[in-house]
């Protein structure tokens, strides 16, 4: 029987020892892979920045366009009601 | 008036004996708990039906053809087995023992009589040989588990890996508590029983599984049941523990924006891991290799027709499959036993045990980082059952601080917890399978 509690211990402390390690040194690879592709990498900050300039002036035109038209046909509408 | 007899003395409810009864309300309790109370209802609810389905009586669902044969047992087949087992005694459960502790090739002999004679498997015992005994179901899920999982958190800032590695504490804390257990004669646990016990404090279905049918198939019922009952019970169990250990100032603690990780990072890292495992622990390398797989299908990009099915179709084909074989265990002479009680009360210390675990450990890093850089909160979410319990971190910071999201922060011991418990599992199939 305590033979028993003796090899769970053991697989406590090893188990638990060994899990530890093993993420430990998988915080020390994911950091140093992180860091290497950082340096190797161009800042992704840029890209994000240029790519959205262009879609986001898109639909302003868009809007300005649509504001023309829009006040343009209004402007019909009410001179032809008022002309009738 | 004969045939009359016939049929009654074939029906179920002539056949029904007090066991199979307790199973099949066991099992609707089970849909009950899936259906009602949405328990892991994708697990639960197969689970359950199965349950009722191998404990119908005459039907032999559950069973393999020796088995069926030496339950309706006609002299002729009796002999014949007991001459292929090697045994003078025709008693039907002397036979059955000996079929359970043959070997493989007298194992198939016995099959090959039983089906001679005209009897089959049943089907779901079929289902369970083909995707649980072979290490295939739980592994295929797992590699939809990694389709569907984003490192983004963890890569963001990796030392939440360490919660991961604490929350394990559950899982040989209740090796212990059962080793301990069984010294005192209070039940009767072997080692191997006793590791498979422990990693129900995984809080991962699939990593428990695989490693009971490894370790000790003959618990799997009991096993596979409590660790997804206790997963839906998170909510319950978690929240008491984490408001015990912190103090609300500990509780408001904000934590600083995660930054950019990069599509680069994200491909590399399942391939860093995989290789950590290769060097370190190559027992782990059958549930985190499918792992790495199905996260790296997810991230390439290139494959994005075969990331969706790993992480929709085919993880649900499989869970089906899964749960009815799972449920194929919870025949009468499996499950009512003593030992299954005590492995629902081992389960749920194991939960508590990791989530206190993996508090205590953020707190440790909180003083000797020497600042308020985690969230205590974040730590209990290192026992996997993923998004379940990042979701109760969160909920807990909103008490807590209405403006403060700890979900994505909590994200990365969660997926920690997963990697964690998987090298547990290795480690525990090294040590003691």
Known sequence: ?84 | MEKLLNIWYASGAYNLSIGQMIMILVGLMLLYLAIHKKFEPLLLLPIGFAGVLANIPQAGMAFSAVENALYFASADVLRDLAVVLGSSSLDPDHLKHLYYDSNASTHAAASLVAQDAGYNNGMLYNFYNIAVASGAAPLIIFMGVGAMTDFGPLLANPRTLFLGAAAQFGIFATVLGAVALTAMGVMDFSLREAAAIGIIGGADGPTAIYVSTMLAPHLLGAIAVSAYAYMALVPMVQPPIMRLLTTQAERKIVMSQLRHVSKLEKILFPLSLLVLVALLLPDAAPLLGMFCFGNLMRECGVVDRLSDTAQNALINIVTIFLGLSVGSKLSADKFLDMQTLGIMLLGIVAFAVGTAAGVLMAKLMNKLMGGNAINPLIGSAGVSAVPMAARVSNKLGLEANPQNFLLMHAMGPNVAGVIGSAVAAGVMIKFVG
């Not at chain 1, 302003?60 to 008022?82: C, G, H």
């Open chain 1, 1 to 84: 029987m305590d033979d028993l509690i003796a090899e769970g211990l053991s697989l406590m402390v090893f188990g638990m020892g060994f899990v530890i390690v093993f993420l430990t040194l998988l915080v020390f690879v994911t950091s140093l892979m992180s860091r290497l592709v950082m340096r190797f990498e161009p800042a992704p900050v840029a890209k994000p920045a240029v790519t959205r300039s262009p879609s986001a002036a898109q639909p302003a035109q868009n809007d300005a366009e649509l504001v023309a038209v829009m006040t343009a046909a209004i402007r019909k509408f009410r001179s032809d009601r008022d002309g009738q």
